[in-house]
């Protein structure tokens, strides 16, 4: 079955700071791929996503992630953060079959002003 | 934009208890979804609902748990007999053609807290 890990559970930052946050997934086939954020108190919105083609997938916000097959990963980054980016963050993983998401464990993202 | 609407935002209740979690999908949506987190856990998919009837469901998905479509647009999902193990977050949300690229969209949750 497919597993999707993300490593870093919580993060500090300082506005301005650039983030990147990691997001391993396991499954051999083929994938699409996805950041999800909550601000507290809202629901899962959707940040970006990757189906195919060029691996550097731009999102809202000014997030970006980068697919590399050969690592299995899709990393969440942003060059500057804003103290409105403090939020949770969940990668996920759709492998096909029900529709269903994979999730990961999700990181709490803090920017301090 | 259309939302995803879950009632109520916040439920307490007594382990044993009977409780129903609504939820509002998309208006044009087919596919509908429960998922739930527990503090501190991921994400977890229980159950998608299509045509009226359970597509997939997780091991999670035993059964205490059930789904209904009661009218046209409400999508409930019901817990029997609450275990205090069925505190978490509940997720609703619909998508209208299946795949992704059609949007996936989720509501802003219940939390269940089960005492």
């Known amino acids: 079955a497919q597993s999707v890990s993300q490593h870093n559970h919580h993060v500090i930052l300082s506005e301005a700071a650039s983030l990147e946050l990691g997001c391993n997934y396991s499954?051999?086939?083929?994938?699409?791929l996805f950041w999800y954020v909550q601000y507290p108190g809202q629901h899962l919105q959707l940040l970006l996503k990757?189906?195919?083609?060029?691996?550097l997938v731009k999102g809202i916000k000014g997030f970006e992630a980068e697919f590399i097959k050969s690592k299995f990963s899709f990393n969440l980054r942003k060059p500057s953060v804003q103290w409105s980016d403090t939020a949770e963050y969940f990668c996920a993983v759709y492998t096909g079959g029900g529709n269903k998401l994979t999730f990961g464990t999700g990181t709490q993202l803090k920017v301090e002003l | 934009e259309p939302e995803v609407t879950q009632t109520p935002s916040h439920q307490v209740t007594q382990m044993g208890q009977e409780v129903i979690l609504r939820c509002v999908p998309i208006?044009?949506?087919?596919?509908f979804y429960w998922y739930r987190q527990i503090l501190g856990q991921k994400v977890e998919f229980l159950v998608s609902?299509?045509?009226?009837?359970?597509?997939?469901k997780s091991e999670i998905f035993d059964d205490q748990f059930s789904v209904e479509r009661p009218d046209g647009s409400n999508f409930t999902l019901k817990i029997r007999s609450t275990k205090l193990e069925d505190s978490a977050m509940y997720f609703c949300a619909s998508s209208d053609g299946g795949t992704f690229d059609y949007g996936y969209t989720f509501g802003s949750g219940t939390r269940l807290t089960v005492v």
């Open positions: 609902f299509y045509n009226n009837e359970i597509s997939e």
């Open positions: 990757y189906f195919s083609g060029d691996p």
């Open positions: 499954y051999g086939g083929t994938v699409n």
């Open positions: 208006s044009n949506h087919l596919y």
